[in-house]
């Protein structure tokens, strides 16, 4: 069960054992990207967008979770913004690579298709 408080601009988002704390902002600061973690933030108005904990490290999937944001969208979008991260675009940055692509094969157009949809969306939330 999940507990979400929205509180000094801030969310305390409580589920499995432990309390996730998102600061509100308006746009995705640089060098993060929406956290794909479905609805278990809790709140289906905002997206939840965090930054890597080791940049360089390929094979490493941590997050800081000492800076996670979450940005306010319409529910639609929201709905959009996760599906989309999860086949990997999940910035501005990687669907407008996906959008670049010439690559051929159901994975590279499913990337397209959900870039299409979303490349509104992080063009106006970007910094």
């Not at 969310?11 to 509100?24: A, M, N, Q």
């Not at 319409?74 to 910035?91: D, F, I, T």
Request: glycine share 8%; net charge positive; hydrophobic share 35%.
């Amino acid at each position: 069960m999940k507990n979400v408080i929205i509180k000094d601009g801030k969310i305390y988002s409580e589920s499995f054992g432990k309390v996730d704390v998102f600061e509100i902002v308006d746009k995705i600061p640089t060098g993060f990207f929406v956290w794909n973690i479905g609805d278990n933030m809790g709140h289906d108005e905002y997206i939840p967008v965090c930054q890597d904990l080791r940049p360089g490290d390929k094979d490493s999937f941590e997050i800081n979770a000492r800076t996670l944001k979450a940005i306010k969208l319409s529910m639609e979008e929201v709905q959009l913004l996760r599906k989309a991260a999860g086949y990997g675009v999940n910035s501005k940055e990687t669907a407008e690579k996906a959008l670049r692509s010439k690559r051929k094969g159901r994975m590279s157009d499913i990337k397209r298709f959900h870039a299409e949809k979303t490349i509104d969306i992080f063009n106006r939330i970007s910094k």
